[in-house]
């Protein structure tokens, strides 16, 4: 990545760390549970459960410690699970996977996309990013030395303008970052948009980054296509997936990587280095996981289709306006008419004197000013959590001049 010599100057006089580490703050996303445990408020900002996981998977994963599987696993991922992940890839997208020459288990999608953008990424290189994007994207791309190229989502249903997408490849482009289910809209990418992107990677020669961790989160009977299906891309593209949010296990930290053969292996290098590997009874437990019938997935989608009506009904009866998902469990919401600041104030308003903890917009885009009108809500909570957090919205401080 190209700097300026002052800056780079200014960063090591400081002290405080490399200047890598100084182009990117923390996570606004963790902050605002810091600040909600401190509040007491509810957390709608941090896309975990506050339900059970299975309990098939858990007892899968007591009876793995039991047996004592409680040593280092293959360093790319115990076979069970890798397995599992290329059958069921497989299975339910007509894509082969080999398990042993593309499946490579990690410490959840965070550490696989950062060691896959490590490994097929040199400084220098640019990265074609979505935006509004799941906020470790940006981080990602500056640990990895790329130069992100962004794209926008347009609302209300988040499309994007082919002309701009292909404006932003060329000779230096190496890699594009695809998020579908998409984290923070709930855009599910359609199968024409993703063979318009495809076009673009098979012309520019332009490896596809995939983060689908919300595979099984759909609403409304959408479909999720995997860019991997689409023709001429299965060798050109990694795919991400973890167990957290299907299996609601987010503090379990595992996930994966599948990808062609002649990169997998310099992720299995990079992922080697950075974690040596993933928690080994818990890998067993993801096979476990992985095993559960097609009936777990169709009550998944109910359940969170259910979740986001509701939030959907309370947050427009209290005079936000929301963009309904398609799938993954967020809305994004329009708050510039409540007439209380930018997102980053009526965030904090929010989770300090209202008790309800929401992430502000300009988190996921990167510059702040594209997303100082909206704030994103995450409805992974019990139904009862969920009206719980809509009477606190209900003593919002609305200017007369708004109501």
Known sequence: MQFKESQYNLAMSMRNGSYKASQFTESVIREMTRLA????????????PDFAAPEVVKAA?????????????VTWGAAPLRQAVAREF??????????DAQVTVCCGSTEA??????????????????????ENYGPDAILSGALPRYVTLHEPDWTFDPEALAAAFSEQTRAIIINSP????GKVFTPDELRVIAGLCQRWDVLAITDEIYEHILY???RHVPMASIEGMADRTVTINSLSKTY?????????????????????KVHDFVTVGAAAPLQEAGATALALPDSYYADLAAGYQRRRDILLELLKSRGFECYTPDGAYYVMTEIDHFGLGDDVEFARYLVSEVGVAVVPGSSFYHESKLGRTKVRFAFCKCEETLQSAGKRLASMRVPATNR
């Open 61 to 73: 994963a007591r009876d793995a410690i039991s047996a004592d599987i409680n040593q280092y696993s």
């Open 90 to 99: 497989s299975r339910l997208y007509g894509v082969e996977v080999d398990a």
């Open 220 to 222: 409304d009977g959408c």
């Open 182 to 185: 998409n984290n923070p809209t």
């Open 113 to 134: 996309m950062i060691s896959t953008m490590l490994a097929v990424i040199d400084p220098g290189d640019e990265v074609v990013v979505f935006e509004p994007f799941y």
């Open 248 to 268: 609601s296990v987010t503090g379990w930290r595992v996930g994966w990587s599948i990808a062609p053969p002649r990169l997998a292996g310099a992720i299995r």
């Open 37 to 48: 445990e401190g509040c007491g408020a509810i957390n709608l900002s941090q896309g975990f």
